[in-house]
């Protein structure tokens, strides 16, 4: 059982659009963060974010958590070839050190 | 300057045969992972230790076995490879047991 569902599994948009990924559970975390991984590297953390309904901004990463901490959103604005590679979720459960990742979305921004 | 290292980057090897893959860190961490990602690039948690303390040990086949001399390594052996083993392996590390966690570039299992 997957607990952290991502969505879209693949998105190929061009370069200047506007993208959203979505990240799912029917679980409560204590905290999510969104990786970043590129092709033969390890997955390098992008942001944390730990108060439901909380948002938080990285240039034109826009991350958002959800209000009952059991959702997340990563919004991209004017996408640029850069952002390209494979997008993880990752949440902590209360009392849990474990890391569950999500199902992961891989991004190709076209030139 | 290399937070998290692993080596090595690709191994290949045959059905049955005993392999081990090494981690390093020099963050100053006291915790350290062991993650595998599948083909589907799904990762998934193996191992934690804490200060040299296994405290985290997922559904893994005893064939594998972590080995933590020392807080800034962390080992892993992998006895009677088959076929379902081919991934990459990845090490992290953290501060703590929290949730920020840096991970070494990987290491590319292919059991032929």
């Known amino acids: 059982t997957q607990l952290l569902e991502q969505s879209p599994q693949f998105l190929s948009i061009q370069e200047g659009e506007n993208l959203t990924v979505y990240c799912n559970s029917s679980s409560v975390f204590s905290s999510l963060q969104w990786y970043r991984q590129e092709p033969g590297e390890g997955p390098v953390l992008l942001v944390t974010v730990v108060t439901g309904g909380e948002v938080k901004k990285l240039k034109r990463l826009t991350f958002q958590f959800g209000d009952a901490r059991k959702d997340s959103s990563l919004h991209i604005t004017a996408a640029q070839p850069g952002d390209t590679g494979l997008y993880l979720c990752a949440g902590a459960r209360f009392g849990n050190e474990k890391l569950t990742f999500g199902t992961g979305t891989r991004l190709t921004i076209i030139p | 300057d290399t937070a998290v290292s692993q080596t090595p980057k690709y191994l290949v090897t045959q059905m049955g045969n005993d392999k081990s893959i090494k981690c390093e860190q020099n963050?100053?961490?006291?915790?350290m992972y062991w993650y595998k990602q599948d083909s589907k690039k799904f990762l998934k948690i193996m191992f934690s230790?804490?200060?040299?303390?296994?405290?985290i040990n997922e559904t893994v086949p005893n064939r594998f076995s972590p080995k933590s001399p020392d807080k800034a390594h962390l080992n892993l052996h992998i006895n009677s490879l088959e076929l379902g083993d081919s991934a990459v392996y990845f090490c992290?590390?953290?501060?703590?047991?929290?949730?920020?966690?840096?991970f070494g570039p990987g290491t590319r299992l292919t059991v032929t």
């Open positions: 230790y804490n200060n040299k303390e296994l405290i």
């Open positions: 992290a590390s953290s501060q703590g047991r929290g949730v920020v966690q840096y």
């Open positions: 963050l100053g961490h006291d915790t």
